[in-house]
């Protein structure tokens, strides 16, 4: 484990032209990262991109044991970090944060995470999840048609596409075919 000089917040390791340790310490939010100085600049004009090249490890803010300090989600940073160090967004299959990570991804200037966590969350089959599927004939199908009902297509739970059979509920009559 490297040693930090809390005088100057960094580890007791080398630094590069940006007078920045190869590893950097964090605390976000309360939670600790160690990772790499290349790890959290990939993405340029980004928040960290700009924090650990633009300025000097004095100008930044640090906490009072040692590592920078940033005062975000630490919960969610895992999520960011993650994604920095090889640009591909991975999540947990359920994952109720999605739009919270969204304005963590906004915060720290990630566009391409950013606009990767607006876009519907796809399946290994390519089907949305957490969705319904509609069939095509109860695609064009007027809202007041398709209520009430459950009808022949394809819904998504997990990485599971299942076929659901027409299901009438209490009180509402089946529709009889043309």
Not at 35 to 41: A, E, G
């Amino acid at each position: 484990m490297a040693l930090v000089d809390t005088d100057s917040g960094m580890s007791n390791n080398c630094t590069d032209s940006s007078g920045f340790p190869e590893i950097i310490e964090l605390n976000v939010g309360g939670q600790v990262y160690v990772t790499r100085h290349t790890t959290l600049v990939p993405v340029p004009d980004s928040l960290l991109w700009n924090m650990f090249t633009k300025k000097s490890p004095k100008e930044l803010t640090r906490d009072n044991k040692g590592p920078f300090f940033l005062d975000r989600d630490g919960f969610l940073f895992r999520y960011v970090l993650d994604y920095l160090r090889d640009l591909i967004l991975v999540l947990p299959d359920y994952f109720p944060e999605r739009s919270r990570l969204q304005r963590e991804a906004d915060f720290f200037q990630l566009r391409e995470l950013s606009k990767r966590l607006l876009q519907p969350k796809m399946s290994k089959d390519d089907s949305m999840s957490e969705e319904i599927c509609q069939s095509d004939a109860e695609e064009g199908a007027p809202p007041e048609q398709r209520h009430g009902r459950i009808t022949h297509g394809h819904f998504t739970h997990g990485h599971r596409c299942e076929r659901q059979s027409a299901l009438t509920l209490p009180g509402l009559q089946e529709e009889s075919s043309p």
